[in-house]
């Protein structure tokens, strides 16, 4: 059937008719950021207007090349768009410009007329309708002149107020993004926005170490690993430029967009297109805009993080010195410590190790792990790498060969150098990474402010046992013992004195000289030292009379103690020496003083060299 070439004036007036009621569709439209749905009314009211069966206006896909529909009034093209293609054949081209009437010699015919967006962006309007309204080839070319003249003029409105509703977008995230100073409220803003301004598209942010967060987003870690599969994210974070990437495989677009704030790159946005898409100057200009907003708001939020963060270190720095300096004894302030580096730090495993005389020492308070044989390995890998005071070590991912299974792949190490204090302090963690450089930082902080502190704690230990402590036989002094006897007799129930002389000493100073005599004192005091508890006091009384005191020990327990003594004197002694022991007690609830004591200790000492000595005598009440 011939389709008629000219309108007469009813067609005219219909047409007429369109237009305005489109015309005043548009009026009352107030949302031109969807253009589909623009499309939508237009072949809608088209379809309604001129009795037509149905309209489906397509779009070129250039990957399949075919037109696939865009918008449709057909419900089975709407449900079954892949089966509805229409492929972009040399006879379509041919014909594109052309209004087509394809009769097939029934009732129902297909109208169809192409549509340029732009050069590489085509469309196609389809029709049926019935041959009793048929519509004239003259009307169809002007129904096409003016489809192209209001698609162009949607377009651009289309564009300006999307444009413009994104811009609002991204000025209301840039507002609440830069209001909130959390990491993870930030990125998961960025997220957000990306998701309301490109809805089709899927995201990844590319993010440095230190950015990561716990939250559920899609974030990968920045590294150099895998660097062919994200070479666009490298590039962009190195270059802090835009990339874009077209996959002709996936048949998709990839922008990397770098995280851009004033003091540097954090990251990358990944921007993953649903097509292989051409993407406007203007376009990246927004997405350039987009990552330097996000990027200016994730560095306030690390410098926000990073400020509460050194002051909660200066903080840790301040109370743990004054701590140590609160005249803590030197095991009591390393423990303190080591707890203080476990518990800031998440460590597995903390050691103090320090060098005596070319060899090395546990302190005590170290982790159970360093006083195993395992932590040699580790241990002798640290003090070969670390020669100098100004030496450090932060290994991520540390591999030290050892043969036993417990494995630490992360690990600091700080040394600790400062007058008598020649050592190293380690911290380690099973897994890799666990440490970050601000914790690294921080530990070198509080080893450097606190090995003073050790150092005072030594010395001050050091010099209050000089004070205790006789020079020759390294026993304790006089007056050390009579103030521990005096406490004794506060607050125990019981004790023993003995008290000690080497027979015959000036006789051995005559024979062999004083050089002797005095290493004949120093082997008795060693005896003594051997033959006592740790809470003894084994004490120097004058010239080569020694002491012992041991605090609630009973007579007989004490006079077992000197009878051992004077045998041992006897048998290790060179030249060979005896000694006479004189022993005094105390009880609880019976009137005695420390004077007392030393006064029965004396008699029964006396009264030992009288009777024959190298033996033992007590001395009662």
Request: with cysteine.
């Amino acid at each position: 059937m011939r389709v008629s070439e000219k309108m007469n004036v009813q067609e005219r007036d219909q047409y007429a008719i369109f237009k305005q009621k489109f015309f005043d569709w548009f009026l009352t439209e107030e949302d031109f950021t969807n253009l589909p749905r623009v499309i939508q009314a237009l072949i809608t009211l088209l379809q309604k207007e001129f009795h037509l069966l149905d309209v489906t206006f397509y779009v070129l896909n250039p990957f399949k090349h075919a037109f696939e529909p865009e918008v449709t009034t057909n419900h089975i093209i709407e449900q079954q768009r892949e089966k509805y293609m229409i492929p972009f054949d040399e006879q379509l081209k041919q014909q594109f410009d052309d209004v087509v009437v394809i009769d097939d010699e029934s009732e129902i015919k297909t109208v169809q007329f192409g549509i340029h967006f732009s050069e590489d962006s085509l469309g196609l309007v389809r029709f049926q309708l019935h041959v009793r309204h048929m519509i004239p080839r003259s009307l169809i070319k002007q129904m096409r002149q003016d489809f192209l003249k209001v698609f162009a003029r949607i377009r651009k409105v289309s564009e300006a107020l999307s444009e413009e509703k994104r811009y609002e977008q991204l000025h209301r995230a840039a507002t609440k993004i830069h209001a909130s100073m959390n990491i993870g409220d930030v990125l998961e803003e960025i997220v957000k926005v990306l998701k309301e301004v490109y809805p089709t598209f899927t995201f990844h942010l590319f993010l440095s170490y230190d950015s990561t967060t716990d939250r559920d987003l899609p974030i990968k870690l920045l590294t150099f690993e895998n660097e062919d599969e994200h070479m666009g994210a490298m590039q962009a974070y190195v270059t802090g430029q835009i990339q874009l990437h077209d996959s002709l495989v996936y048949k998709k677009s990839v922008i990397y967009a770098p995280i851009k704030g004033a003091q540097g790159i954090y990251g990358v946005i990944e921007m993953i297109a649903p097509t292989i898409m051409e993407l406007p100057e203007r376009e990246m200009r927004f997405i350039s805009l987009l990552a330097n907003t996000a990027g200016s708001a994730l560095e306030n939020a690390k410098l926000y993080e990073q400020s509460k963060r050194l002051i909660a270190d200066l903080q840790l720095i301040n109370e743990t010195i004054h701590h140590l300096n609160t005249n803590l004894r030197f095991q009591d302030a390393l423990k303190f410590m080591i707890e203080k580096i476990k518990t800031s730090f998440d460590a597995d495993e903390v050691g103090f190790i320090i060098l005596q005389e070319k060899e090395r020492r546990v302190l005590p308070g170290s982790t159970a792990f360093f006083q195993s044989r395992e932590a040699k390995a580790y241990v002798d890998f640290v003090f070969h790498r670390i020669q100098h005071p100004r030496d450090t070590l932060f290994l991520g991912d540390v591999k030290i060969h050892s043969d036993h299974a417990k494995r630490f792949r992360s690990l600091m190490a700080v040394p600790m150098m400062r007058g008598m204090m020649k050592g190293v302090a380690i911290v380690l963690h099973q897994e890799a990474y666990h440490f970050s450089f601000d914790m690294f930082k921080l530990l070198q902080s509080l080893i450097h402010h606190s090995t003073l502190a050790f150092t005072n704690a030594a010395l001050r230990e050091e010099l209050e046992r000089m004070v205790i402590t006789d020079r020759l036989t390294n026993l304790y002094a006089r007056h050390y013992l009579d103030e521990r006897i005096q406490r004794s007799m506060e607050e125990d129930g019981l004790g023993t004195f003995i008290l000690i002389d080497i027979d015959n000493f000036k006789k051995i100073n005559d024979t062999y000289g004083h050089q002797v005599g005095d290493e004949i004192i120093i082997q008795v005091a060693n005896i003594i030292k051997a033959n006592i508890r740790q809470n003894d006091i084994g004490a120097r009384w004058g010239g080569e009379e020694l002491a012992i005191y041991l605090p609630k020990v009973s007579i007989n327990a004490g006079l077992s103690i000197a009878n051992r003594l004077v045998q041992k004197v006897r048998e290790l002694t060179n030249p060979p020496v005896t000694i006479s022991c004189g022993v005094s007690y105390w009880k609880k609830n019976r009137a005695d003083s420390v004077k007392e004591l030393f006064n029965r200790a004396d008699e029964a000492l006396y009264t030992a060299k009288r009777t024959g000595k190298n033996r033992v005598v007590v001395q009662e009440y």
